[in-house]
T-cell receptor, first 113, second 113 residues
């Protein structure tokens, strides 16, 4: 079945630690990849996206993600997290086969000051 | 920059009542998507409209209907509300019905008592 899988459901880090959140998908066809962030009580905001070109994409707030086609992965990274990064992070995949934007289960990131 | 507007932001209804949620897309966006996000869950696609026509359908109950109007705003009508309909309902818009980036509104939190 076609799906988007986020490996970590809950991550707890101290400030200044490095972050990597995994995302794998199983869709065929052309895919566009997104990471959204949802701060407590707020709506989904776009962090970054990959459509084509350089597989290493940079987003807002120091986040970046790398698309590895052979591994069907689009992992999110940040070298040094801040307390304000505490939020829910969703990986999402748009597949030309389904015509829909499908979200992963989300990863709750808690950054301790 | 203008964002997606949703109203109301909060709505409390009794079982078996009806509710209407409104969404105003970003100017010049012609595609609207509706998502439902239950507590602690990822957003689930309900339905989308492109140029006032339904373009795709997800896991939307038969009790729900939606439409897009000539000014591109959309309304989600929910009838015979059930306790399980309590959720955050997001609207997103994009510039065209393709794999383009979807921008999300703040959501309407519906509570069914």
């Amino acid at each position: 079945a076609q799906s988007v899988s986020q490996h970590n459901h809950h991550v707890i880090l101290s400030e200044a630690a490095s972050l990597e959140l995994g995302c794998n998908y199983s869709y065929g066809g052309t895919v566009n990849l997104f990471w959204y962030v949802q701060y407590p009580g707020q709506h989904l905001q776009l962090l970054l996206k990959y459509f084509s070109g350089d597989p290493l994409v940079k987003g807002i707030k120091g986040f970046e993600a790398e698309f590895i086609k052979s591994k069907f992965s689009f992992n999110l990274r940040k070298p040094s997290v801040q307390w304000s990064d505490t939020a829910e992070y969703f990986c999402a995949v748009y597949s030309s086969n389904t015509g829909k934007l499908i979200f992963g289960q989300g990863t709750t990131l808690q950054v301790k000051p | 920059a203008a964002g997606v507007i949703q109203s109301p932001r909060h709505l409390i209804k009794e079982k078996r009542e009806t509710a209407t949620l409104k969404c105003y897309p970003i100017p010049r966006h012609d595609t609207v998507y509706w998502y439902q996000q239950g507590p602690g869950q990822d957003p689930q696609f309900l339905i989308s409209f492109y140029e006032k026509m339904q373009s795709d359908k997800g896991s939307i109950p038969d009790r729900f209907s939606a439409q897009q109007f000539s000014d591109y705003h959309s309304e989600l009508n929910m009838s015979s509300l059930e306790l399980g309909d309590s959720a955050l309902y997001f609207c997103a818009s994009s510039i065209r019905y393709t794999a383009d980036t979807q921008y999300f509104g703040p959501g309407t939190r519906l509570t069914v008592l």
